[in-house]
C-alpha cells in the first residue's frame, strides 16, 4: 500500500473573492481551522494550502476516506456562507523531498479533485480496492472510465456516497470526457508550469480576455503549455476545446478548412468556409487553440471575424510574433524555470532532462545533478533542447554530453537576442549531428524531402528507407510518431537537417529525391481523381487532406521542372481538391503561377498543361470573381486544349464554360459550349460525362419551357446513370425530372421522384445534395399550397446550408421561404427573408436566382401597395436576357397595375437592382402599407 493523498478545494472561490472579500475570508479562517482539526485527527499531515484548498496524506485509504466524509460533514454547517468544497482522493508511491510531496500519485490526486463538484468525494479506483472489504455507511458509485484534465490515461473514478452528506451532491464529474474536445493524449508527461497554468487559467477566466497569445521563440514549449492549460480550464467552455494544428498551413486562407476539420464540419459541399466555422461557433461558449501561428502573421483575418462575430468564443494563439491586435492578452513563454543552487529545489528544467533520460537512455546518477544542471543553464531550459540533448544518455554520461555541446558556459541564457531565431537550439542541433553515422545522416536527410507528416510506404517509395531505419531515428528523438500512425521530423530540426543535407547528399541525389516526392504525390492526387470529380468526394478529401503540404510542394516542383505529363494527370484532382477545401484564391494564384512558369515554353504538353491550367483558373475565379473573368479564361483554355490531343480536358473545359455562361444567364452560348462538350464525350465513350453534359441540356431546355425536350435530355441521362452505378447522377436526374413533373402539374408524380431521389442521396449520406433534394420538394409543396410542409424544409435547408457555408443554397432557400410567408400575407417576414436571400447574392453573378428573388420582390411591393415601384422592377426583371419566360409572364401581370419610373441613365447592373430593392424592402419595414 502507499500513502493515501487528498485535495480540497473551494468551489468559486476566484469569483467569491471579487465579490465578498470580507464573507469570504471569515469563511477561509473557519475552513481552515475545521481542515486542520479533522485532519489531525483522522491521524493526516497538512502538507500545504493550495490557494483555497489544502493537501493532507494519510497512511490509508481508510483514514482518508473518513476524514473527507467528516469534512464534507462540518462543511455543510456553515451552508450560510454559499460556499461548497470539492475534494480528491487518491492512494500510490510518491517521492518525498523536505516537507513536500512529488510524483505521478500527488498528481492524480490532484486531478481527480478538480474533476469533482461542489460537495462532492471523488475517489480513484486505488482508493475503490482498498475500501472494498470495509462495511458501513460510505459507499461507492462507480462513475465509469473518465478522461482527466491532465491528458494523461483514461481512469476510473468512485463518487463517496454517505449518509452525513448533502444529497443534492450526485452530480456529473468534471473531466474532458464530458466536454467535447480534439484534445489528444500526448506520447510524453508533462513538466512543470505549474506557476503560468494558473495565471494562464486565471486570464481565460476573465471575460475581457477573448484572445491570449503565448508568445515565445521556438522550442519553449507553448504548444503544449496551451494544450495542458486548455485541458485544465476544458470545463469552463461547455461547448467544446478544439485544439487546431497550423504547422502545415500556407497561407492564410487555409486557416478556416483547417479550423473546419478540428471542428469535424462538413465542408465537401461548401464554398463559403468561414460562414461554415462562424455559423458553427457564433453561439457557443468555446476555446479555440491555434497553433504555430507565426508564419501566418500578420494576417490576422480570420481571428478578428471570429472574435467580432462569435461573442462566446474565446482563442488561445502559440506564436513567436505578436498578432498585434488591440483586444490581444500576450503571455510571454521562456524555457522552463532554472537551477538556482541556493533553495535546493529541483528546477522543472532539471526535471524534464531527468524525466527524458529515464525513458531514453538513463536516469542521471546523483553525482552527475551538478553537470545536468549546466546543461539547463547553457540551453536556458529550453525543452525541446533539454529533450533531444538527454535523449543520448543512453550512450554517453551527462558529462561527455556537456563536452560535446562546447564544455563551457559562453552561450549566453539570453539567447532571444542572438540574429537567427533557431541559434538558440543549434548547438544541441550540430551535437546530435555529429554522433550520428553516415548513414543517418544520409536517412535524415532524405526525409527532409517530406514538407508535413508522411506515412512509412511514402518514405520506403521515395527514400528507400525502410521501418527498422524509422524506427532508429525515431528511438533518437529525431522523428516522431503521430498517433494517426504518420511520422515527422521537428520542424527546426528539419531545417537543420536540410541545410546539413547538402554535405551529404549529390546534387543529383537530391533531385532524384525531389522527382521521386512529385510523382509520389502527384500519382496520389491522380488515383483518388475520378472520386474527388464524380464519386465519393468527401471521403477522398479527408484522405488526401493530411498529405495537402507535400501535395502541393510535388506540384510546385513539378511546373518548375517539367513534369508535365504528372501535373496534367492531376491537375483535374488538385482544382477538386482545393475546392473542397475552399482554397478558391490560392488554387487561382497557384494555377496562375504555372501558367506564368509554361508561357513560351515548346512541346504539346507544356501547351496542353496550359489550357488545363486556364480551365483550373477560369473555374476558381467563378466563385468569387465576374462571370466575365471566368469565362474568358475558360474561352482562352478551350481555343488551346480544341490545338492539343486532349478530348477529356477539352471536354470538361467545355461543361465548365457552359455552366459558367448559364448561372450568367447566356443562355444560348451556355448551349453551343454543351453540345460541343457532348459531342466529344460520346466519341471519347465517356457515360458519365455524357449523363453530366445531358443533365445541363435538360436545365436548358427546362429555363425556356421546353418540357418534352428536358425530359428527352433527362431520360437519356438516367439510363447512362442507372448503367454505371453513378447515384449521384441518378438522384440529380430524377431531381430533374421531378421539376418538369412540377412544372407540368404532375404533382404525384413528381413526389414519387423526389422521394426516391431523397432516399438515395440518405443513403449516400450527401448532406449538400440531401437539402438540393428538399428545395424541390418545398417547390412541390408550394405548387399545392402546403405552406406548413414547405416552411419546414426551407428552414431545415437554411439550416444545412449554412453549416456546409454554401451562399447559393441560402438564397434560394430564403427566397423560397418568402414566398411561403407571401401567400400566407405575412408581409414584415417576406420582406426580412427577401433581405437575407439578397445578402447571399451580391456581387455573385447569379443571374437567374437573382432575377427569382428581384421577382418575387416585385410581387411583394406590388401587394403592398407601391405599384409603380413594383412595376419598374418587374420590368427590369423581365427586359433581362436571362430571364425565364414563366417568370416574364408573372412580371408582365405585375406591370399592369402601375407606371413604371423612367430615367434617361442606363439601366443599373444586377448587382446595382439588387442594392435598390434592398432599399425598397428595408423601407417597407420600416413604413409598411397601411
Known amino acids: 500500500m502507499g500513502t493515501t493523498y487528498l485535495f480540497t478545494d473551494i468551489e468559486g472561490s476566484t469569483r467569491s473573492w471579487s465579490r465578498d472579500q470580507g464573507s469570504m475570508s471569515s469563511y477561509l479562517m473557519l475552513h481552515d481551522e475545521l481542515m486542520r482539526r479533522n485532519i489531525e485527527t483522522c491521524g ?3 502538507v500545504k494550502h493550495t490557494g483555497d484548498g489544502v493537501f493532507a496524506v494519510f497512511r490509508s485509504a481508510v483514514e482518508g476516506l473518513e476524514c473527507a466524509v467528516a469534512l464534507q460533514g462540518e462543511l455543510a454547517a456553515l451552508e450560510d456562507f454559499g460556499h461548497r468544497v470539492r475534494m480528491g482522493l487518491h492512494t500510490g508511491p510518491s517521492e518525498r523531498r523536505g516537507e513536500d510531496y512529488f510524483g505521478p500519485s500527488v498528481n492524480m490526486a490532484q486531478r481527480i479533485m478538480d474533476a469533482a463538484g461542489g460537495a462532492q468525494i471523488v475517489v480513484s479506483e486505488a482508493i475503490a480496492r482498498e475500501m472494498g472489504a470495509v462495511t458501513g455507511p460510505v459507499k461507492l458509485i462507480d462513475l465509469g472510465v473518465h478522461r482527466l484534465r491532465d491528458l494523461g490515461d483514461p481512469t476510473r473514478l ?44 486565471l486570464l481565460l477566466r476573465d471575460g475581457d480576455t477573448r484572445l491570449l497569445t503565448l508568445h515565445g521563440p521556438g522550442g519553449t ?24 494544428e497550423l504547422e502545415g498551413v500556407r497561407v492564410p486562407e487555409q486557416i478556416p478548412g483547417t479550423v473546419a476539420d478540428a471542428l469535424e464540419l462538413d465542408i465537401a459541399r461548401s464554398d463559403d468556409i468561414d460562414s461554415v466555422v462562424t455559423s458553427h461557433l457564433s453561439c457557443r461558449r468555446a476555446l479555440l487553440v491555434l497553433d504555430n501561428y507565426e508564419h501566418l502573421s500578420p494576417d490576422t483575418d480570420f481571428i478578428r471575424a471570429l472574435l467580432g462575430r462569435c461573442g462566446e468564443l474565446k482563442m488561445m494563439v502559440t506564436s513567436r510574433n505578436r498578432l498585434r491586435l488591440s483586444g490581444e492578452h500576450v ?73 560535446e555541446m562546447g564544455g563551457s558556459l559562453s552561450v549566453s541564457s ?31 536527410s532524405k526525409l527532409t524531402v517530406f514538407h508535413g507528416g508522411f506515412i512509412r510506404e511514402a518514405a520506403l517509395e521515395i527514400c528507400d528507407l525502410g521501418l527498422s531505419q524509422l524506427a532508429g531515428l525515431s528511438g533518437k528523438s529525431l522523428l516522431e510518431r503521430n498517433e494517426d500512425g504518420a511520422f515527422s521530423i521537428p520542424p527546426l530540426l528539419r531545417e537543420f537537417a536540410l541545410e546539413m543535407s547538402g554535405e551529404t547528399l549529390s546534387s543529383d541525389e537530391t533531385g532524384k529525391l525531389l522527382r521521386r516526392h512529385s510523382e509520389y504525390y502527384l500519382g496520389l492526387v491522380s488515383v483518388h481523381s475520378r472520386d474527388l470529380v464524380s464519386g465519393n468526394r468527401t471521403v477522398a478529401a479527408r484522405t488526401l487532406a493530411g498529405s495537402l503540404e507535400d501535395i502541393l510542394g510535388a506540384w510546385e516542383w513539378a511546373i518548375g521542372n517539367r513534369l508535365h505529363r504528372e501535373a496534367a494527370d492531376a491537375c483535374e484532382g488538385l482544382r477538386t481538391l482545393l475546392g473542397i477545401r475552399g482554397l478558391y484564391r490560392q488554387g487561382l494564384e497557384l494555377f496562375r503561377k504555372g501558367v506564368e512558369v509554361l508561357e513560351g515554353l515548346p512541346g504539346e504538353q507544356a501547351l496542353e498543361l496550359r489550357g488545363r491550367l486556364l480551365s483550373g483558373m477560369g473555374w476558381f475565379s467563378s466563385y468569387y470573381e465576374s462571370g466575365t473573368a471566368s469565362t474568358e479564361l475558360l474561352r482562352r483554355s478551350a481555343e488551346i486544349l480544341s490545338t492539343c490531343d486532349a478530348p477529356e480536358a477539352l471536354a470538361n473545359t467545355l461543361n465548365m464554360l457552359g455552366n459558367v455562361l448559364f448561372v450568367s444567364g447566356v443562355f444560348d452560348r451556355a448551349c453551343e459550349a454543351y453540345l460541343e462538350s457532348l459531342q466529344l464525350r460520346r466519341e471519347l465513350g465517356d ?22 425536350e428536358a425530359r428527352r435530355f433527362y431520360g437519356e441521362s438516367l439510363v447512362l446513370d442507372r448503367g454505371s452505378g453513378n447515384q449521384h447522377g441518378v438522384s440529380s436526374t430524377l431531381s430533374n425530372l421531378a421539376i418538369v413533373a412540377i412544372a407540368l402539374g404532375e404533382h404525384e408524380n413528381a413526389r414519387e421522384l423526389l ?120 420590368e427590369y426583371v423581365a427586359g433581362h436576357v436571362s430571364c425565364s419566360p414563366g417568370l416574364a409572364e408573372r412580371m408582365g401581370e405585375i406591370m399592369k397595375d402601375g407606371h413604371c419610373e423612367t430615367s434617361d441613365d442606363s439601366p443599373p447592373s444586377l448587382d446595382g437592382m439588387l442594392r435598390e430593392v434592398e432599399r425598397d424592402l428595408s423601407e417597407l419595414l420600416r413604413n409598411p402599407a397601411d
Open 414 to 444: 539570453d539567447l532571444e537576442d542572438l540574429p537567427d531565431r533557431h541559434r538558440s537550439l543549434r548547438d544541441v542541433f550540430m551535437f546530435s549531428w555529429r554522433i550520428l553515422g553516415d548513414e543517418e545522416h544520409r536517412a535524415l
Open 755 to 874: 422521394t426516391e431521389a431523397l432516399e438515395i442521396e440518405r443513403m449516400i449520406d450527401d448532406r449538400f445534395n440531401v437539402a438540393i433534394v428538399q428545395g424541390i420538394m418545398c417547390d412541390l409543396c408550394l405548387d399545392r399550397d402546403e405552406l406548413d410542409e414547405a416552411e419546414a424544409l426551407c428552414r431545415e435547408n437554411i439550416s444545412t446550408y449554412g453549416e456546409l457555408g454554401n451562399a447559393w443554397g441560402l438564397a434560394e432557400s430564403c427566397g423560397s421561404l418568402a414566398e411561403v410567408h407571401y401567400r400566407r400575407s405575412d408581409f414584415r417576414d417576406a420582406a426580412e427573408a427577401l433581405l437575407a436571400a439578397i445578402g447571399h447574392l451580391h456581387c455573385r453573378d447569379w443571374s437567374p436566382l437573382a432575377l427569382v428573388i428581384l421577382g418575387r420582390a416585385a410581387g411583394l411591393l406590388h401587394s403592398s401597395g407601391r405599384f409603380d415601384r413594383a412595376s419598374s422592377v418587374a
Open 687 to 708: 457515360g458519365p460525362g455524357v449523363a453530366a453534359v445531358l443533365n445541363n441540356l435538360g436545365n436548358l431546355a427546362c429555363q425556356r419551357k421546353e418540357y418534352d
Open 158 to 201: 468512485f463518487l463517496v456516497t454517505h449518509p452525513g452528506l448533502p444529497s443534492d451532491a450526485a452530480l456529473p464529474p468534471r473531466t474532458l470526457s464530458c466536454i467535447p474536445n480534439n484534445l489528444m493524449r500526448p506520447l510524453t508527461p508533462f513538466i512543470g508550469r505549474e506557476r503560468e497554468m494558473q495565471q494562464l487559467r
Open 331 to 403: 503571455y510571454p513563454v521562456r524555457g522552463l524555470d532554472l537551477p538556482d543552487g541556493a533553495s535546493g529545489r529541483t528546477s522543472d528544467s532539471e526535471l524534464l532532462f531527468a524525466e527524458t533520460a529515464r525513458r531514453l537512455g538513463r536516469a542521471p546518477a546523483d553525482n552527475e545533478g551538478e553537470t545536468v544542471r549546466n546543461i539547463c543553464r547553457i540551453l536556458s531550459g529550453n525543452p525541446l533542447a533539454i529533450i533531444l540533448a538527454a535523449s543520448w544518455t543512453g550512450m554517453l554520461t551527462p558529462h561527455e554530453i556537456l563536452e
Open 44 to 46: 493526516g499531515l497538512v
Open 221 to 244: 514549449g507553448k504548444t503544449r503549455l496551451a494544450l495542458h492549460t486548455a485541458a485544465m480550464e476544458a470545463v469552463s467552455f461547455p461547448d467544446g476545446v478544439y485544439f487546431v
